[in-house]
Structure formats: C-alpha cells, structure tokens
Nanobody
Framework: QAQLVESGGGSVQAGDSLRLSCTANDRIFRTHNMGWFRQAPGKEREFVAAVSYGAGSTYYANSVKGRFTVSRSSNKDMAYLQMNNLKPGDTAVYYC????????????????????WGRGTQVTVSS
C-alpha cells in the first residue's frame, strides 16, 4: 500500500497563501486518482479537491472554488494544493488521499472511495 506524506502547512493570516505538497513512496499519481480532504476541530473530514490520474481533470468543493488549485507535477511524483486568499474557516488538518479505482464526479468527494491516506498537515488561518 502506498504511503503518502503531506507537507507545507503552517500558520498564516487571512488573505495569505500556502502550497501543500503530497509525496508518495512510489509514483502512484500516474495511476491513482488523488484527493485533498480536511478536518477542522470537532467537525467531520470533508472533501476539498480532486485530480484524476488520466486527463488530470480537477474538481473542487464549492467552499474553495476559485481560491484553491489542485495539480500534479509533470512527472506525477507529487501532488499539490495551492491555497490562496485563505480564510479562518480554512483552518484544519489537510490530508491527501489516493485510489486506483475509477471514480465518477460524485464518488470523488467520498472519503470511503480512497484507500491510501497521509497523516495530514495543519493549516491555521488567523483573522
């Protein structure tokens, strides 16, 4: 099973930007759909963004659309989440996840569809 590691989290002010990275112990992003999720204190884990392994199609939660961008490196070794205009409501632990399964758009937002997870990186946004 692939091991995913997130990095790039930190503490920032509202309006700032951060770029999260996700690496894997093998080049699974060439063959796996990839998603970013987040979990705020006292809340359930929620979908943030996803990118497909084939055409690189992207999909976003409404709460981050227009502010966050998900991408993969050209050699498919890493995945990224560029987060701009951060808000206090974006404060959470961010996780990357991957699955080799083909996913419909509706399935991409489902936590249960992903079987490889990182341990998360903390993002804190203060006002």
């Amino acid at each position: 099973q692939a091991q995913l590691v997130e990095s790039g989290g930190g503490s920032v002010q509202a309006g700032d930007s951060l770029r999260l990275s996700c690496t894997a112990n093998d080049r699974i992003f060439r063959t796996h759909n990839m998603g970013w999720f987040r979990q705020a204190p006292g809340k359930e884990r929620e979908f943030v963004a996803a990118v497909s392994y084939g055409a690189g199609s992207t999909y976003y939660a409404n709460s981050v659309k227009g502010r966050f961008t998900v991408s993969r490196s050209s050699n498919k070794d890493m995945a990224y989440l560029q987060m701009n205009n951060l808000k206090p409501g974006d404060t959470a632990v961010y996780y990357c996840a991957a699955t080799p399964d083909a996913l419909t758009v509706d399935q991409r937002v489902s936590i249960g569809r992903y079987d490889n997870w990182g341990r998360g990186t903390q993002v804190t946004v203060s006002s």
